[in-house]
């Protein structure tokens, strides 16, 4: 069935230096992805997507990868911050699966001071 | 504009009981979509509703139910809770009908079942 996972349950960086969050998907009819962030308490939070016709997309510190060869994501957050303590979350939407989003276990991140 | 608004937040029911979540999507969304998270099994999707239609459903039981009104707000009802229906219920909104517009969610229900 479909399934996406994540391959590290916690990371851990520095304050300053690049972090790279990982997901992999089994779902090769997947069309679009998502990542969100979900601090302590509340709702996920968009950070950013991309469509499968994609290979990258950046945002503000923020860039996302798709590689369909392999079906990966990733999602990589330069210069963390404090505030980017949370856990992140990629999440995929199959082709004509309407908008039911399948989500990732899930890494924690956690930056160092 | 104001985001998606979820009531109640927290809310202590015991099993056998039912129990209704209320969720206004943001203004102008019309896809309203419901799921439950919980340590274990993380983030599973309930259902979908647009334009006051259910479009997709997970693979709940059927004491998970839903509707969506003509103003888009949308309630969800679980009866006969039991204790594993203890979870973070999140909703989430979007513009329409098709994937590629952002998915927004609320903030959530804490219920917990004694």
């Known amino acids: 069935g479909e399934s996406v996972g994540l391959h590290l349950p916690t990371l851990s960086v520095q304050e300053g230096d690049n972090s790279i969050i990982n997901c992999a998907y089994s779902?090769?009819?997947?069309?679009?992805f998502i990542w969100y962030k979900q601090e302590s308490g509340k709702g996920p939070q968009f950070i950013i997507d991309i469509r499968s016709n994609m290979d990258k997309r950046q945002g503000q510190r923020v860039t996302v990868l798709l590689n369909k060869t392999v079906k990966h994501l990733s999602l990589q957050i330069a210069a963390t911050q404090p505030g980017d303590s949370a856990v992140y979350f990629c999440a995929e939407i199959g082709a004509g699966g309407g908008n039911k989003l399948t989500f990732g276990t899930g890494t924690q991140l956690k930056v160092e001071l | 504009k104001a985001g998606v608004t979820q009531t109640p937040r927290y809310l202590i029911k015991t099993r056998g009981q039912q129990v209704t979540l209320s969720c206004s999507p943001i203004?102008?969304?019309?896809?309203v979509s419901w799921y439950q998270q919980t340590p274990g099994q993380g983030l599973q999707f309930l259902f979908e509703?647009?334009?006051?239609?259910?479009?997709n459903k997970g693979n709940f039981p059927g004491r998970f139910s839903g509707r969506q009104f003509s103003n888009s707000r949308s309630e969800m009802n679980v009866s006969t809770l039991e204790l594993g229906d203890s979870a973070l219920y999140l909703c989430a909104s979007m513009t329409g009908g098709t994937p590629g517009n952002t998915i927004y969610f609320g903030e959530g229900s804490w219920l917990t079942v004694v």
């Open positions: 509703y647009f334009s006051e239609t259910q479009r």
């Open positions: 203004s102008g969304h019309r896809s």
């Open positions: 779902n090769s009819a997947s069309d679009y």
